[in-house]
């Protein structure tokens, strides 16, 4: 059975740095988009970032963009989201997930899902 477990959230200030992995068990790795999304209570999931399996590109949400870094090592089957100068608005439950088909934003898109990393940032 897949598994995606998130590790790395807790609470910062606001201009600290995080940094989430999430590691993935049963699941051919380096096959997957690698996806981090996140949520806030009373709003839908947001896309944040993703790598894709071939060449590992990166896409990044606007107001993540030059802040966030995503990365993954495939021999571990792990990825990660580095998150520096964070905001109190980037405090949510921050999930992984992974897509077979590749290049997309879209948590309806993504196949497997992990249970989330809450990230709280105080003022």
């Known amino acids: 059975q897949v598994q995606l477990v998130e590790s790395g959230g807790g609470l910062v200030q606001a201009g600290g740095s995080l940094r989430l992995s999430c590691a993935a068990s049963d699941l051919t790795f380096d096959w997957y988009t690698m996806g981090w999304f996140r949520q806030t209570p009373g709003k839908e999931r947001e896309f944040v970032a993703a790598i894709t399996s071939s060449r590992s590109s990166t896409y990044y949400a606007g107001s993540v963009k030059g802040r966030f870094t995503v990365s993954r090592d495939n021999a571990k089957n792990t990825v990660y989201l580095q998150m520096n100068t964070l905001k109190p608005e980037n405090t949510a439950i921050y999930y992984c997930?992974?897509?077979?088909?590749?290049?997309?934003?879209?948590?309806?898109?993504?196949?497997?899902w992990g249970q989330g990393t809450q990230v709280t940032v105080s003022s």
């Open positions: 997930a992974a897509d077979l088909r590749g290049n997309s934003s879209r948590p309806v898109d993504f196949d497997y």
